[in-house]
T-cell receptor, first 112, second 111 residues
Framework: LAKTTQPISMDSYEGQEVNITCSHN???????ITWYQQFPSQGPRFIIQ???TKVTNEVASLFIPADRKSSTLSLPRVSLSDTAVYYC?????????????FGRGTSLIVHP | DGGITQSPKYLFRKEGQNVTLSCEQN?????MYWYRQDPGQGLRLIYY???????QKGDIAEGYSVSREKKESFPLTVTSAQKNPTAFYLC??????????FGPGTRLTVT
């Protein structure tokens, strides 16, 4: 049973705001929500993480509703260099180990 | 420079040969992970280690082996028992928070 569900792909244009929503209906109480960005032939890079409400850093915002069954990654004013695959992960510490599960991610293509 | 390194970036082997992929980190992280990624797919966990001399199987451990003799190093051996070894292999480390740091990856091709 997949822990997260994301759109397979999205298209946008430079300068627009992009919102990628992830569903995680079975999120556990101690799970955190983490988003990663991956460029072709590179390792994923951490973008943002949250538990509830809203988190903002220098590159993105993460919106988490009260029921935590979904989350939305918001990328403000995207550029061509934001073309990448974005992964939503949920996971927590279990038995002393943090073992997140990666889904297939969302392939974002930013057009000029 | 702190970070996690993997070598080599590209690796070619003949079918039936074992091959070892290197992963080193100088971030002083306790946890280390190995993932496999196939084209158009997400990452699948092969093995992970939370402490030196201890490691656990992930979702797809069959045909792979690891060791963790030093905190900094977590090499992965792809054995001849792995039916479809050609893939992109990623190593990661973590410090107990919910953030993982990934290496640049090794692309293994077996013919």
């Amino acid at each position: 049973l997949a822990k997260t569900t994301q759109p397979i792909s999205m298209d946008s244009y430079e300068g627009q705001e992009v919102n990628i929503t992830c569903s995680h209906n079975n999120i556990a109480t101690n799970d955190y929500i983490t988003w990663y960005q991956q460029f072709p032939s590179q390792g994923p890079r951490f973008i943002i993480q949250g538990y509830k409400t809203k988190v903002t850093n220098e590159v993105a915002s993460l919106f988490i509703p009260a029921d935590r069954k979904s989350s939305t990654l918001s990328l403000p004013r995207v550029s061509l260099s934001d073309t990448a695959v974005y992964y939503c992960l949920v996971g927590g510490i279990s038995g002393g180990s943090y073992i997140p599960t990666f889904g297939r991610g969302t392939s974002l293509i930013v057009h000029p | 420079d702190g970070g996690i390194t993997q070598s080599p970036k590209y690796l070619f082997r003949k079918e039936g040969q074992n091959v070892t992929l290197s992963c080193e980190q100088n971030l002083n992280h306790d946890a280390m992970y190995w993932y496999r990624q196939d084209p158009g797919q997400g990452l699948r966990l092969i093995y992970y280690s939370q402490i030196v001399n201890d490691f656990q199987k992930g979702d797809i451990a069959e045909g792979y082996s690891v060791s963790r003799e030093k905190k900094e190093s977590f090499p992965l051996t792809v054995t001849s028992a792995q039916k479809n070894p050609t893939a992109f292999y990623l190593c990661a480390s973590g410090a107990g928070s919910y953030e993982q740091y990934f290496g640049p990856g090794t692309r293994l091709t077996v013919t």
